[in-house]
């Protein structure tokens, strides 16, 4: 005889949250870690200019607040520094698309600055063979070429790692020297301005992006007061990046190759075993994080003054390494990394602001950044969580447990309201979950 199903209400059970505090909820965990690590960054900081500084308690915490006030206010603080910093953000923002795109394949991305600099001598060359050619099929080939010569550079590392199991970190940063080696030989030999030590020439007028001042003053600046464009430089560049994050997202949230390279990442094995092909996976995340570098090469040569390209600056420039913490403070994800840019460009940008004006050496933002990213690596923020739960719940007793009941009514599982909250914020504080359980949530949004 068959019982029908029993349906009891289990004890304790709540009814579904409101879609915003499920939102909120999600912005929490997602931002959680990133927000921790900045703001121990910056105690720490302020404890090693105190330690450093002259003087009182008191002094030295004013000179601490002073050193943040300058810092602030030569990045954010007014409409200009705004500016410096966001020609700062742009190329962080492209390189960070870079680097995450291949630690979501599981691979470590170090050659960004190498792909960057074939994209800026590949841009380079096309506008001084073409001098003559019309800026509009001028500007978007040297784009194009710059992320094919980028591609290809990242490519070939994710050919070595696909097919012949070369570690990545070391085939990269053999390639990055590569690169700044043949780019120097470029410019120093063939392609050197006359009269000129190291450098090329500039580029023609018609191949530079323009400036966002100056848009604006062709535009609204004929109603409105008008922008000085030497002092808003500035260019288009920030609003490529803006366009190349939409993309980004794109990619990695609603298309199938997102999705695999998502799997890849976290479970080889269980790709394999899904009938994801992994080899060609590797390389075109690879070539695709490498055509991002080689955007972030062509714009920055096309979009700031000089408009040149000197020798031996490839080889002591930092953004694609930054680039690196960029993506991991942003976790990846593409409004992460918008702020992760924000934050690194503001700090370069504010660096020699606070160093002028609180006689505080420039080399605290390297410790600051350096900070940063020991935070996030150490895992401080979901120790303290699971601490602070334990200390807070000690001597609670659940007396009244969920059941969940079969179709003849015995019970099946037990489980405490202890053990299924420690199991839930444990997968909120995860920073990759699961393949499987990303793909469902994609899968809900889609429907």
């Known amino acids: 005889m068959a019982v029908p199903t029993v349906q009891r209400k289990a004890a304790g059970e709540h009814p579904p949250e409101p879609k915003l505090q499920v939102l909120m909820r999600k912005l929490s965990a997602s931002l959680g870690r990133p927000l921790f690590a900045v703001i121990l960054a910056m105690i720490a900081g302020g404890i090693v200019i105190m330690i450093t500084s002259g003087g009182s308690i008191v002094d030295r915490f004013d000179a601490a607040l002073n050193a943040y006030q300058s810092l602030y206010m030569g990045s954010f603080g007014d409409p200009q520094g705004l500016s410096f910093t966001l020609v700062k953000v742009g190329p962080l923002i492209f390189t960070g698309i870079s680097v995450a795109i291949a630690f979501r394949a599981g691979l470590f991305n170090i050659g960004a600055e190498g792909q960057l600099a074939v994209g800026a001598m590949t841009a380079g060359i096309i506008a001084l063979k073409a001098p003559h050619w019309p800026g509009w099929v001028l500007i978007p080939l040297m784009l194009i070429a710059s992320m094919l010569v980028g591609a290809i550079w990242g490519g070939i590392v994710g050919a070595l790692k696909a097919w012949r199991g070369a570690h990545e970190v070391v085939t990269t940063i053999m390639l990055n020297w590569i690169a700044f080696y043949v780019t120097d030989y470029l410019i120093d030999g063939p392609f050197k301005a006359p009269n000129q030590a190291t450098q090329t020439s500039s580029i023609p007028a018609q191949a530079t992006l323009p400036r966002l001042s100056t848009l604006y003053n062709e535009t609204l600046g004929?109603?409105?007061?008008?922008?000085?464009?030497?002092a808003y430089t500035v260019d288009v560049t920030i609003l490529i990046a803006l366009l190349a994050l939409v993309v980004y997202w794109f990619i990695t949230s609603r298309t199938t190759f997102g999705y695999e390279i998502r799997v890849l990442g976290q479970n080889p094995k269980a790709a394999k075993y899904a009938g994801i092909h992994i080899n060609r996976n590797l390389f075109l995340a690879m070539a695709l994080a490498g055509a991002f570098s080689g955007l972030a090469g062509a714009t920055r040569l096309m979009g700031q003054s000089p408009y040149n390209l000197i020798g031996a600056t490839f080889s002591i420039d930092t953004t694609g390494f930054d680039a690196i913490g960029v993506a991991l403070l942003g976790h990846t994800t593409s409004i992460g990394i918008l702020l992760g840019g924000l934050l690194f460009g503001g700090l370069r940008q504010g660096g020699s602001f606070m160093q002028l004006n609180a006689n505080v050496p420039g080399d605290l933002v390297y410790?600051?950044?350096?900070?940063?990213?020991?935070?996030?690596?150490?895992?401080?923020?979901?120790?303290?969580?699971?601490?602070?739960?334990?200390?807070f719940r000690i001597g609670n007793k659940v007396t009244e447990t969920p059941v969940l009941v079969t179709r003849t009514g015995a019970t099946l599982v037990e489980m405490s309201a202890l053990e299924s909250e420690d199991i839930q914020n444990e997968d909120s504080d995860s920073v990759?979950?699961?393949?499987?359980?990303?793909?469902?949530?994609?899968?809900?949004?889609?429907?």
């Open 222 to 230: 004929l109603f409105l007061p008008k922008i000085d464009p030497y």
């Open 432 to 447: 990759t979950p699961a393949a499987s359980r990303e793909h469902s949530a994609d899968r809900v949004e889609e429907e």
């Open 367 to 391: 410790i600051i950044q350096a900070l940063v990213l020991f935070s996030i690596a150490s895992e401080f923020l979901p120790a303290i969580r699971r601490g602070l739960r334990r200390v």
